[in-house]
Each structure stands twice: as C-alpha cells, then as structure tokens.
C-alpha cells in the first residue's frame, strides 16, 4: 500500500430529499444523508439489521445532478472523502461534524 488515500464508498438509499443552496458565487452545494445496512448473526443466532446513516455534501457539477435526480428512497453509490469539521452553535457551544464529502456519484435503480 504505497499511496495510502482517504477514500470512502457507500452504496446506500437516501433517507430524505437533499438539501441544495445556492453560493453567492453562483456555485451549488448539496447537503443529504444516506443509510447503509448490515445484516448479521448475533450470538443466538438472530438475524439483526443494523442501519448506519451518513452525511454526505456534494459540490458544483455533482451537487446539481443531485438536485435534478436524487431524491428521498433514491438508491445511490458514492465514492468520495471523509472529512471532519467544526463550528460554534448560535449558543457558543463548539460542534463537530462528521461528513463524506462526494467526488463521484451513480444513480442507481428505484
């Protein structure tokens, strides 16, 4: 593993209709989450589904084709960076935020 790289892929399925706002430079960005699920045994043998829900902010080119074709259910596959974040609420309280932030995006069916 000569180029160790910060790389994230989900295949997952939208669980609500994406957020887009429009930059004061013209530039678009798109904020939504999605759901990944595991399905394993536990030690009793029960079947158990685990549902993993996940930020995810697109810019530019990729961030208009998701407000023209992603919405709430929508099955998608993402290839992008996790990023970490943080800011001050209005309360002065500092906040951290966790995110993919998408290089590359595939529609998938649905």
């Known amino acids: 593993m000569n180029a160790m790289?910060?790389?994230?892929q989900l295949i997952g399925n939208v669980g609500s209709d994406p957020e887009i706002k429009t930059l004061e430079?013209?530039?678009k960005i798109a904020h939504l989450t999605i759901a990944?699920?595991?399905i394993y045994k536990n030690e009793k043998g029960d079947k158990v589904e685990k549902t993993e829900w996940h930020r995810v902010t697109a810019w530019?080119?990729?961030?208009?084709?998701?407000?023209k074709f992603v919405v709430k259910g929508k099955e998608?596959?993402?290839?992008?960076?996790l990023t970490h974040r943080s800011?001050?609420?209005k309360n002065?309280?500092?906040r951290f935020i966790t995110e993919v932030v998408v290089n590359e995006i595939l529609l998938l069916s649905k």
């Open 87 to 89: 800011y001050d609420d």
């Open 25 to 27: 430079t013209g530039k």
């Open 76 to 81: 998608v596959a993402i290839d992008g960076k």
């Open 36 to 38: 990944t699920n595991e």
């Open 60 to 67: 530019g080119k990729t961030a208009e084709i998701i407000e």
């Open 92 to 94: 002065g309280e500092k």
């Open 5 to 8: 790289k910060n790389r994230v």
